[in-house]
């Protein structure tokens, strides 16, 4: 594990608590933009992935046969006979805030919960994933999605998009190459949106003003990403300014407000928090995408 770089005042306010800024500064200008919204139209189905498959492969086959422009994949029970991963860690540079792990290796894995964010990637099917697994001792992390086997036949549930996806674009902020929301064609009726969200952004805010701005004001919510630090409702909060973050199913937005935002995150050291995000107490690392689906 690298060191984790100090806050820029000796003083600063740990986090949930104190301002991000304090803690972790990117190496590019911030964007005007704080976030970036398209909508689409989002159709239930189930995939059917082969055993032998690398993830990748496996979802990129399905979600093209299917004539999607991308995908949100739920892919709790999935078995790897290997799964590769890699965790939070300090930066390896100066060129980043922030940056992953040594390459973490497992076989026989079943994951608890785990959602993947299916886009594009130099013109090629790309997967972002964060999984939890290990029922009563938990650990968590960003899969390396072509190097994870399937060890069985399974059947997942996604959601199929068209009109808009993601697609992968180096970031001038972060200098990370990150999803971007891209139109694919214009929706007569669509009932979802792709939103991303840029640092220091709280998510709550940044939700409800990306509903207001597709004209949705009930919606569930799927997604994942990173956050400096996280405060919860009755359980301990995440001081680490560095994380993987996944949400958990029941984050909706509710006649335009987000009441409620159950997430479960990981720190560098392998601790996992988990627990409804209280507003203002969970600001985004790098960024957060999310599959808005109006209810």
């Not at 079943?110 to 997967?127: M, N």
């Not at 949106?193 to 919510?221: F, K, M, N, W, Y």
Request: a negative charge; proline letters at 8%; glycine letters at 8%.
């Amino acid at each position: 594990m690298r060191p984790i770089p100090a806050p820029r005042t000796p003083d600063a306010t740990p986090m949930p608590d104190g301002d991000s800024r304090d803690w972790v500064t990117h190496p590019g200008p911030e964007q005007p933009e704080r976030y970036a919204l398209i909508p689409c139209h989002a159709r239930r189905a189930s995939l059917h992935l082969k055993a032998g498959m690398t993830l990748l492969s496996a979802i990129g086959t399905e979600v093209g046969a299917a004539g999607a422009d991308g995908a949100c994949a739920i892919l709790d029970g999935v078995a790897f006979s290997d799964m590769h991963y890699v965790m939070p860690d300090g930066p390896a540079d100066d060129a980043h805030a922030a940056w992953y792990s040594e390459t973490h290796v497992m076989q026989d894995v079943t994951l608890d919960r785990a959602t993947a964010s299916v886009g594009v990637r130099d013109g090629a099917w790309f997967l972002h994933t964060h999984a939890i697994w290990g029922g009563d001792t938990p650990a968590m992390g960003h899969l390396l999605n072509d190097r994870c086997v399937l060890a069985r036949d399974c059947t997942v549930d996604v959601w199929l998009l068209t009109g808009a996806r993601l697609e992968v674009e180096q970031d001038p902020e972060t200098n990370f190459p990150l999803f971007q929301p891209r139109i694919c064609a214009e929706q007569a009726q669509p009932n979802a949106a792709l939103l991303t969200v840029r640092p220091h952004e709280d998510l709550h805010t940044a939700l409800e003003s990306a509903c207001t701005d597709a004209g949705i004001r009930d919606a569930q919510v799927h997604g994942l990403g990173s956050l400096i630090g996280a405060g919860f409702a009755g359980s301990p909060p995440m001081s680490s300014p560095l994380s993987e973050v996944l949400l958990l199913a029941g984050c909706r937005v509710r006649d335009g407000r987000c009441l409620e935002l159950p997430l479960v995150c990981v720190d560098p050291t392998g601790l996992i928090y988990e627990g409804d995000l209280v507003r203002q107490k969970g600001p985004v690392l790098v960024t957060f995408e999310m599959l808005l689906v109006s209810d």
